[in-house]
């Protein structure tokens, strides 16, 4: 743990200097003014293909002070349909704060079920502009990935007060805000910024891109470069009528500008099939942002559904957002075991001398989003041993109690379900 304090530490000293800063000079709004690619210029004859101009992007040597970066500097657009609203609001539920997270889901048409009233407890809804003037010729999509990708574009222009960064999910994605907002601290908002993750299968990546970041894990983009973006989306929309996706629109759009994805590990797609075990065991020690798909892959606590697995993890998060899924852990020399604990979800004891790098290395419980295979993911794995001795014993969160002031304790309790484990539980002498 004393890692992970360690992190914090550092995170804070941080803001400490950017929050000293900040007594000093007033907060000035910095905007980055480039030139808009003409575009008769970018397209060609055929009306398809893009010259890819690219802005300059200059990396500026001035000094900018600001006040240190909050929730309400965030506006979140979330595509829905009211088709899907319905089931997954309860995922939105879990995260959205009313009168402290801004933003709305936007949907396809009303909704007629709420006609007077929209649950306080939820983003509030718009309903999208029209698209039916844009083709879309991908052949196995859906043509509301345009309506979604210019959820940015119709939320820049309600022109809200304060906007920092502009965030888009999918109204299955399932936010740690707290920590959103301490990743996107680390960046100057006046800066262009793109701001995401990656799917973890890389057959995704290979079809899609790498170069973009996933919708549904969730992404940033700084409002200087959405008012870049907003001047040219139309028209990039255009251009890539043949991709799938809207973030792959995006992605496109972004890259035309000429600004990278800038990776964040706490981001998660959630492109994987089966058991997000060994993914959520061995999480990266960054801020958990985001988790997606959930509809798709087993209950992260096997006793549980995924709405009441996800209700105990964000109330251990919200005893210690920073420390959520972050993994450690130590070896008992003398017994010769190791443990690994991913805080507020799981610990692992092995009866054997495990090294760090192998801790560290995801264990092989899932599958790819695509083609259901064993391999290739963005990030290592390992496989689980059949030797029943090889084996952690696993166990699960069971509590999360606050002790004093700073302090909390989670309990985790074992996962009864193979008859190994207990076997070898009881060979260790510890029931
Ligand atoms: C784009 O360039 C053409 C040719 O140089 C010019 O006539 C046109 O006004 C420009 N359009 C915009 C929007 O700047
Ligand atoms: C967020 O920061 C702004 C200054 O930019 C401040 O006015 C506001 O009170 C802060 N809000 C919260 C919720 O901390
Ligand atoms: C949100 O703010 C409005 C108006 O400021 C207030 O009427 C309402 O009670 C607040 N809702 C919550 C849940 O705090
Ligand atoms: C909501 O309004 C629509 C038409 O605007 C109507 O057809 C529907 O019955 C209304 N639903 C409720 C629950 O009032
Ligand atoms: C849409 O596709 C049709 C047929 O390929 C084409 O004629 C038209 O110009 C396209 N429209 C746009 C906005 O790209
Ligand atoms: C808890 O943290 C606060 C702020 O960091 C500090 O002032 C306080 O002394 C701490 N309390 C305990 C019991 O450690």
Redesign the pocket.
């Known amino acids: 743990m004393k890692g992970i304090l360690l992190i914090f530490l550092l995170v804070s000293v941080s803001c400490f200097v950017i929050f000293l800063i900040s007594i000093t000079s007033p907060e000035s709004r910095w905007v980055v003014r480039i030139p808009v690619c003409n575009e008769t210029v970018i397209g060609d004859n055929s009306g398809r293909t893009v010259l890819p101009y690219r802005y300059p992007f200059h990396h500026h040597h001035h000094q900018y002070y600001y006040k240190k970066t909050n929730i309400s500097h965030i506006l979140f657009g979330i595509g829905g349909s009211s088709k899907t609203w319905k089931e997954r609001r309860h995922y939105s539920q879990l995260w959205w704060k009313p009168n402290i997270t801004r933003g709305f889901v936007w949907l396809d048409e009303k909704p007629d079920e709420h006609n007077e009233s929209w649950p306080k407890n939820l983003p509030p809804y718009r309903v999208s502009e029209d698209t039916s003037r844009f083709n879309y010729t991908n052949l196995y999509g859906s043509r509301s990935a345009i309506r979604m990708a210019r959820i940015v574009l119709e939320s820049y222009r309600l022109g809200l007060e304060n906007v920092r960064w502009f965030v888009m999910g999918d109204d299955d994605t399932v936010f740690f805000t707290e920590n959103l907002v301490t990743v996107l601290s680390k960046y100057d908002h006046n800066q262009m910024y793109y701001i995401g993750g990656n799917s973890e299968s890389v057959e995704q990546d290979m079809v899609h891109s790498y170069g973009m970041a996933y919708g549904g894990g969730g992404f940033a983009i700084s409002y200087p470069l959405v008012t870049e973006l907003v001047k040219v989306l139309d028209g990039c929309i255009d251009r890539y009528s043949d991709l799938y996706g809207s973030d792959e629109r995006i992605g496109a759009c972004l890259n035309e500008i000429g600004v990278p994805l800038t990776r964040e590990l706490g981001f998660h797609q959630i492109d994987i099939r089966g058991d997000p075990y060994g993914l959520l065991a061995a999480h990266p020690v960054a801020p958990l942002v985001s988790l997606h798909h959930l509809d798709y892959v087993k209950p992260i606590f096997p006793t549980s559904t995924q709405m009441d697995s996800l209700k105990l993890l964000v109330s251990a998060y919200k005893t210690d957002p920073s420390r959520t899924l972050q993994q450690s852990f130590c070896h008992d020399l003398k017994r010769k075991w190791s443990v690994s604990v991913s805080w507020g979800y799981t610990t692992q004891i092995y009866p054997s001398l495990l090294t760090a790098k192998e801790l560290g290395t995801a264990m092989l419980t899932f599958q790819t989003w695509g083609s259901w295979s064993h391999d290739p993911f963005l990030f290592n794995t390992r496989d689980m041993s059949p030797e029943p001795c090889e084996q952690p014993l696993i166990y699960f969160l069971d509590r999360v109690d606050e002790i004093?002031?700073?302090?909390t304790m989670t309990s985790y309790k074992r996962h009864h379900v193979d008859n190994a484990a207990r076997l070898l539980l009881a060979q260790a002498g510890m029931e």
């Open positions: 004093g002031d700073n302090e």
